[in-house]
């Protein structure tokens, strides 16, 4: 299978698998008990803790772990949302926002907070200008992901933050796409609060991690979501998931390691594989060719429904949406927000690469969705 949805989630690194396996089998022992075995799995629950942190620039204690990034959202927006309650009711997010973030946002409406839904431009970039106007007295919160899961569109984080620091709003990030992919710095960011997700750096499913801050210039106060122990300093209760935890560590340690030949190496097959598949005659790229990751590329495949060209894909993985829409049968909100037709959402094809991709699999890729497009569209008179 040539894998091409790493958007999605990655492969577990064969290091972080090595990682966890002693947690997972001899030293199973619960992190909160106070006999050597429980002390070396705080003491693993704390390395993992630092390389977490280092990766991202931040301090130890301003990691809560988590059980991926949907909770970590869910912690960080509702979390705020009750804490300062008393100083407004007004949150700033943006139309192409994962559902995580959306969803979040129509239950808080529910509860009485007004939520601003920022448009995007053409190439899914805001417009700090309109931040800038929507941006009230009573607005607690500004949330604006980091790099967009469909399209790889990455916003203009640090402007962002002085913009909401100066009408004195809180600044959260999803980064669930831009975490061990990017260099990112939370103080230099300006960044408040930032969700992330093990398995889209290497790591293993079921564990993420949220960074809140605890100096300044804003120390962050949150409402927990779970009661019931005290772990994580009051912010999260549960047993912690050891194992998960120190697989994501592990995979934090090779995302800072690998992260610069990381990005020159899948940048090259990307363009590649772009450029290629641009070739095809009625294609087009979606969202900015500029300010984007590098390793994804969304492709508009015209007079072809995108179900019809995966099916076709055999023994190749690639995307029409966001994986994190269950069976989902609506077009895509991101790319219906850049002014699509639902039928040219409905040809759309995301092509994530990620670190073990090789060079060998681009032409394989070029050359079936070649043959593909034109069959569908052969089908359909084009």
Same mark, same amino acid.
């Given at each position: ?188 960011? !300006? ?52 194992? !998960? ?128 497009? !034109? ?8």
């Amino acid at each position: 299978m040539i894998y091409l949805d790493n958007n999605a989630t990655t492969r577990l690194d064969p290091q972080v698998l090595e990682s966890m396996m002693p947690f997972l089998t001899d030293n199973f022992a619960n992190a909160a008990s106070t006999h050597p075995f429980g002390l070396s799995a705080s003491d693993a629950v704390k390395t993992a803790r630092q390389q977490l942190a280092d990766l991202i620039e931040a301090q130890p204690h301003e990691i809560v772990f988590t059980s991926g990034a949907t909770e970590a959202i869910n912690l960080a927006i509702k979390g705020v949302a009750e804490q300062y309650s008393s100083k407004g009711k007004h949150i700033i997010t943006v139309q192409t926002e994962h559902s995580a973030v959306l969803d979040v946002c129509q239950y808080l409406e529910t509860k009485g907070f007004e939520i601003t839904y920022l448009p995007v431009q053409s190439d899914g970039l805001i417009s700090v200008d309109q931040l800038r106007s929507a941006l009230r007295k009573d607005t607690i919160l500004v949330s604006i992901m980091a790099v967009n899961n469909e399209i790889g569109v990455i916003q203009p984080l640090k402007m962002i933050s002085e913009i909401t620091h100066q009408a004195g709003a809180l600044f959260m990030t999803d980064a669930t796409q831009a975490v061990g992919k990017l260099p990112l710095n939370v103080d230099e960011l !300006g960044i408040d609060l930032m969700p992330m997700s093990a398995h889209k750096f290497h790591g293993p499913k079921g564990v993420g991690a949220l960074f809140v801050r605890q100096r300044r210039p804003n120390r962050v106060k949150l409402e927990a979501l779970l009661h019931g122990g005290g772990h994580e300093g009051g912010k999260r209760s549960g047993t912690l998931n050891v194992a !998960g935890i120190v697989g994501m560590g592990k995979a934090a340690e090779l995302a800072q390691r690998y992260l610069k030949t990381d990005a020159e190496r899948i940048g090259k097959l990307r363009d590649t594989l772009e450029k290629q598949l641009l070739q095809i005659p009625q294609t087009r790229l979606n969202g900015s060719q500029t300010h984007r990751l590098y390793n994804v590329t969304n492709i508009l495949f015209e007079g072809c429904d995108s179900d019809a060209l995966i099916m076709g894909l055999e023994n190749m993985a690639v995307s029409n949406g966001s994986a994190c829409t269950s069976a989902s049968i609506e077009p895509s909100h991101v790319l219906m927000a850049l002014g699509m037709t639902e039928t040219e959402a409905f040809s759309c094809i995301r092509f994530s690469l990620g670190r073990f991709n090789t060079e060998a699999e681009i032409p394989q890729v070029v050359e079936t969705v070649k043959k593909v497009v !034109g069959e569908l569209r052969a089908m359909s008179g084009r």
